[in-house]
């Protein structure tokens, strides 16, 4: 029995000593900072470890700026309650009596103010959107200009007011007699003030912090805290150390995430949350702290309250992971596009941009297509017409990462197909972009009347003929693209964007000519064209076609008829003259008669792509007989590719 009761109490005398050991081991992080100041300090706010302010009573301001604390002149005398700034050079405080004051980065002023209640706090998301709270219900804004009252739902005392953005902001309060009940937690949207919370099971509350839009947490009187995650819709109080305890009002409290949160109140009360449980941090009976804050990084936090106490918890190895963000431009492209990819907006809150380092999977698919770099932008163009997601990473200098994905649509290249139908004098034209497998859009117009008449969409003519109907399809050539990767320590380039490399080895099958989208290892080939397109070796294999020109012009005239006659020429892959997709544009087009004939004069011709429309001029001394098209000085003599002019 003895044995058993030496026993209970070793543990019991183990589990104080470890209460205490770690309870003292955390308490020794928090050191109390010299201040010759011995007034009430209200509360604190900081944007970096050499620029915080506490603010307190009889208009007290103190500034630290990394290694002491000074006092400013805040041209006021009456008690400062709330503060907060855009930057370290845009500060609002606001007091007694509805006073306000702004520092720019050199000194204090005073603001002209719409109410001359007390203020407890402020907050906002920039230097033109400030909200303060204040007795009675107040509720002022600033917008960059002035100050202006808000309609506000109650006229109990507000005391404390946060929020994630400028449309989702909280005020929290309650009556002003200590211990009363009746707290209350009003919602802006944006729009209007409204009650989120009032019940007379709740405490006073004296202000409020989250971690994001839903995410909110509370606290007041009687170690009271409430946490939302659905943005207000419901609170429900939380256990924590000094819960339903009469003697303690958790008075502030501040967080770097949400897992990483500070409460701070009566008795020197410090608690800290770490996503899971409340645990408190720090205990002195002899101390009231009214506020606590840190600076961005986290790595600072502070505590002020009665008499002047300053504490800090000096946190050098805190880190939290970054925050992964980028954009795109374009927003939208096809094939050809070559996309810019921005990871400049990618922030963390302990490294500088510049020190964090990125990279990209552009198939998410688990390979990273690029290394790990400070620069945050990179080029891509994508082979595949396809919702594409997108992958960056981001790695701070202690090698925590944060991830986000995108998707981008990327649609095919377009082609245009284009028919032209004419039968005696009257014709229609009718032209019609589509892709590879889908239509997008078409348009047409007609004409009617005596004579010749051209009617065009895109690229067309029409000639006095019996009825004759082409249809052509056109590659919209995209612009040459240069992709650059590598291949273990290879250095990869595509500079025609086919997908083949010219390097080949560990880059995949050697592109033969990397400057020519119709030639790759995967290319079918085109006969004719004088290219081995396939990179096989061999020019021009297994062609059975001899020529794809077309052409569309009466295939009689009469001498007599003298005037002017159209044509047009369709130039397809695989011509015997050399004339291959999209190169009519350099061509040459004439027509040759019998030995020593002359008479049809071509007087003008464009090119559109593959097409060559012109105008012959028939001569009436012209020589009779069969006129051929000769192109580039070749002769063309595929059916109907000629003209044979009568007597």
Same mark, same amino acid.
């Given at each position: 029995?003895?044995?058993?009761?030496?026993?209970?109490?070793?543990?019991?005398?183990?589990?104080?000593?470890?209460?205490?050991?770690?309870?003292?081991?955390?308490?020794?992080?928090?050191?109390?900072?010299?201040?010759?100041?011995?007034?009430?300090?209200?509360?604190?706010?900081?944007?970096?470890?050499?620029? @915080? +302010? %506490?603010?307190?009573?009889?208009?007290? *301001?103190? /500034? &630290?700026? =990394? !290694?002491?604390?000074?006092? $400013?002149? #805040?041209?006021?005398?009456?008690?400062?309650?709330?503060?907060?700034?855009?930057?370290?050079?845009?500060?609002?405080?606001?007091?007694?009596?509805?006073?306000?004051?702004?520092?720019?980065?050199?000194?204090?002023?005073?603001?002209?103010?719409?109410?001359?209640?007390?203020?407890?706090?402020?907050?906002?998301?920039?230097?033109?959107? @400030? +909200? %303060?709270?204040?007795?009675?219900?107040? *509720?002022? /804004? &600033?917008? =960059? !200009?002035?100050?202006?009252? $808000?309609? #506000?739902?109650?006229?109990?005392?507000?005391?404390?007011?946060?929020?994630?953005?400028?449309?989702?902001?909280?005020?929290?309060?309650?009556?002003?007699?200590?211990?009363?009940?009746?707290?209350?937690?009003?919602?802006?949207?944006?729009?209007?003030?409204?009650?989120?919370?009032?019940?007379?099971?709740?405490?006073?509350?004296?202000?409020?912090?989250?971690?994001?839009?839903?995410?909110?947490?509370?606290?007041?009187?009687?170690?009271?805290?409430?946490?939302?995650?659905?943005?207000?819709?419901?609170?429900?109080?939380?256990?924590?150390?000094?819960?339903?305890?009469?003697?303690?009002?958790?008075?502030?409290?501040?967080?770097?995430?949400?897992?990483?949160?500070?409460?701070?109140?009566?008795?020197?009360?410090?608690?800290?949350?770490?996503?899971?449980?409340?645990?408190?941090?720090?205990?002195?009976?002899?101390?009231?702290?009214?506020?606590?804050?840190?600076?961005?990084?986290?790595?600072?936090?502070?505590?002020?309250?009665?008499?002047?106490?300053?504490?800090?918890?000096?946190?050098?190895?805190?880190?939290?992971?970054?925050?992964?963000?980028?954009?795109?431009?374009?927003?939208?492209?096809?094939?050809?596009?070559?996309?810019?990819?921005?990871?400049?907006?990618?922030?963390?809150?302990?490294?500088?941009?510049?020190?964090?380092?990125?990279?990209?999977?552009?198939?998410?698919?688990?390979?990273?297509?690029?290394?790990?770099?400070?620069?945050?932008?990179?080029?891509?163009?994508?082979?595949?017409?396809?919702?594409?997601?997108?992958?960056?990473?981001?790695?701070?200098?202690?090698?925590?990462?944060?991830?986000?994905?995108?998707?981008?649509?990327?649609?095919?290249?377009?082609?245009?197909?284009?028919?032209?139908?004419?039968?005696?004098?009257?014709?229609?034209?009718?032209?019609?972009?589509?892709?590879?497998?889908?239509?997008?859009?078409?348009?047409?117009?007609?004409?009617?009347?005596?004579?010749?008449?051209?009617?065009?969409?895109?690229?067309?003519?029409?000639?006095?003929?019996?009825?004759?109907?082409?249809?052509?399809?056109?590659?919209?050539?995209?612009?040459?693209?240069?992709?650059?990767?590598?291949?273990?320590?290879?250095?990869?380039?595509?500079?025609?964007?086919?997908?083949?490399?010219?390097?080949?080895?560990?880059?995949?099958?050697?592109?033969?000519?990397?400057?020519?989208?119709?030639?790759?290892?995967?290319?079918?080939?085109?006969?004719?064209?004088?290219?081995?397109?396939?990179?096989?070796?061999?020019?021009?294999?297994?062609?059975?076609?001899?020529?794809?020109?077309?052409?569309?012009?009466?295939?009689?005239?009469?001498?007599?008829?003298?005037?002017?006659?159209?044509?047009?020429?369709?130039?397809?892959?695989?011509?015997?003259?050399?004339?291959?997709?999209?190169?009519?544009?350099?061509?040459?087009?004439?027509?040759?008669?019998?030995?020593?004939?002359?008479?049809?004069?071509?007087?003008?011709?464009?090119?559109?792509?593959?097409?060559?429309?012109?105008?012959?001029?028939?001569?009436?001394?012209?020589?009779?007989?069969?006129?051929?098209?000769?192109?580039?000085?070749?002769?063309?003599?595929?059916?109907?590719?000629?003209?044979?002019?009568?007597?």
């Amino acid at each position: 029995m003895i044995k058993r009761l030496l026993n209970c109490n070793v543990a019991v005398l183990a589990i104080l000593f470890l209460f205490y050991f770690t309870l003292s081991s955390v308490q020794a992080a928090w050191v109390q900072q010299t201040n010759s100041d011995i007034n009430q300090l209200r509360t604190i706010w900081g944007v970096s470890s050499n620029r @915080v +302010f %506490a603010i307190g009573d009889y208009g007290t *301001i103190l /500034h &630290y700026d =990394g !290694s002491t604390w000074s006092k $400013m002149p #805040s041209g006021i005398d009456q008690n400062i309650f709330g503060v907060w700034g855009a930057s370290g050079s845009n500060v609002f405080a606001v007091a007694d009596s509805g006073k306000i004051i702004h520092f720019d980065g050199s000194a204090w002023s005073s603001m002209t103010s719409p109410v001359s209640t007390r203020l407890r706090d402020a907050w906002g998301t920039s230097a033109t959107d @400030v +909200f %303060a709270v204040g007795e009675n219900g107040v *509720i002022i /804004h &600033y917008n =960059g !200009s002035a100050w202006s009252t $808000m309609t #506000s739902p109650t006229t109990l005392t507000l005391q404390g007011v946060w929020g994630s953005s400028s449309i989702n902001v909280f005020a929290v309060g309650g009556p002003s007699g200590s211990g009363s009940g009746n707290g209350i937690i009003l919602k802006y949207d944006g729009v209007a003030w409204s009650i989120s919370l009032n019940a007379s099971s709740v405490i006073r509350l004296h202000d409020a912090w989250g971690s994001s839009d839903n995410n909110i947490f509370a606290v007041g009187e009687s170690g009271s805290i409430l946490h939302t995650t659905d943005g207000g819709g419901t609170w429900v109080p939380m256990v924590n150390p000094v819960k339903d305890d009469p003697t303690i009002t958790l008075r502030d409290i501040w967080g770097s995430s949400a897992t990483d949160m500070f409460a701070a109140g009566d008795n020197g009360t410090i608690l800290h949350y770490d996503g899971s449980l409340w645990s408190k941090v720090y205990s002195n009976l002899n101390a009231v702290l009214h506020g606590i804050g840190g600076d961005i990084s986290g790595r600072h936090i502070y505590a002020v309250g009665r008499s002047g106490i300053l504490l800090v918890n000096e946190r050098p190895d805190f880190n939290t992971p970054p925050v992964a963000s980028y954009f795109v431009s374009p927003s939208s492209g096809d094939t050809a596009t070559v996309f810019t990819f921005n990871a400049s907006d990618s922030e963390d809150k302990q490294d500088a941009k510049e020190a964090l380092q990125v990279r990209w999977d552009f198939e998410n698919d688990g390979t990273w297509d690029t290394e790990y770099s400070t620069d945050k932008n990179a080029t891509h163009t994508f082979v595949t017409a396809a919702s594409h997601s997108v992958k960056l990473e981001v790695k701070d200098t202690d090698g925590l990462t944060a991830s986000i994905t995108h998707t981008l649509d990327v649609s095919p290249v377009l082609l245009t197909t284009i028919t032209t139908t004419t039968i005696d004098n009257s014709t229609t034209t009718t032209s019609q972009n589509i892709t590879s497998t889908t239509s997008i859009s078409a348009s047409s117009s007609s004409s009617s009347s005596g004579g010749s008449r051209t009617s065009t969409t895109t690229a067309a003519a029409t000639s006095t003929s019996s009825m004759k109907t082409t249809s052509t399809t056109t590659a919209i050539a995209p612009p040459p693209v240069t992709t650059t990767t590598t291949a273990g320590a290879q250095k990869c380039t595509d500079n025609d964007n086919d997908g083949y490399f010219a390097e080949g080895g560990d880059c995949g099958e050697k592109d033969c000519n990397d400057n020519d989208i119709a030639v790759s290892p995967a290319a079918a080939e085109v006969c004719d064209d004088g290219k081995d397109n396939n990179c096989d070796g061999v020019f021009d294999e297994s062609c059975g076609v001899t020529c794809q020109i077309k052409t569309f012009f009466p295939e009689k005239v009469r001498r007599s008829d003298g005037g002017s006659i159209y044509f047009i020429i369709y130039g397809g892959a695989g011509c015997t003259t050399g004339i291959g997709l999209g190169q009519m544009l350099s061509s040459t087009v004439e027509f040759q008669g019998p030995a020593g004939g002359s008479g049809l004069k071509s007087l003008a011709s464009i090119a559109v792509g593959n097409i060559v429309i012109g105008l012959l001029q028939v001569d009436s001394n012209a020589t009779a007989g069969v006129y051929y098209v000769y192109i580039n000085s070749k002769k063309t003599d595929v059916t109907g590719a000629s003209l044979t002019l009568l007597e």
